[in-house]
């Protein structure tokens, strides 16, 4: 068996192929609030939390004016964005509300809270945030033991 990887890796990026890049950046920019770092025309887009090169791609290449694959197919499920704390999730959800997008579920996961929508390209989009670990749940012989419990929305809502 090999080595376990580094403890410190981490998914830098997710490179999303979409359909009209103006309407994906309406929605990761202008809905999620992400920053645009670098437009390469009507072809691809680069953007980003807190001045990263970039945390998602958008490219036309394969795609523009495409339809999301049919259910059934394999591919992406959902890309998760971690929110640093339980107010800035509620501000993500408050903006995903006023924008008219429909949420497709909202869970607690133990180990974290978690809202689940789609983006215009059809692309599963899970926003979420973690609970300090020494509050995730585990079993008696310590190993984690995540759940799926509907998310109290409403309370989620009201944090400032």
Known sequence: MSEPIHPQTRIGHVHLKVA??????????????????????????????????HHIGLNTWESA????PPPGTTGLY???????????????????????????GASDHGVSEALYLRDPDGNGVELYRDRPEADWPRDGEGRLAMVTRRLDVADLRSET
């Open 20 to 53: 009209d890049l103006d309407r994906a950046l309406g929605f990761y920019c202008g809905v999620l609030g992400f920053a645009l770092m670098q437009r390469y025309d009507s072809q691809a887009a680069f953007v980003s939390a807190g001045g990263y090169h």
């Open 65 to 68: 004016g495409g339809e999301p």
């Open 78 to 104: 959902h890309l998760a964005i971690l929110y640093p704390t339980r107010a800035a999730l509620a501000d993500a959800l408050r903006r995903v509300e006023a924008a008219g997008i429909p949420l497709d």
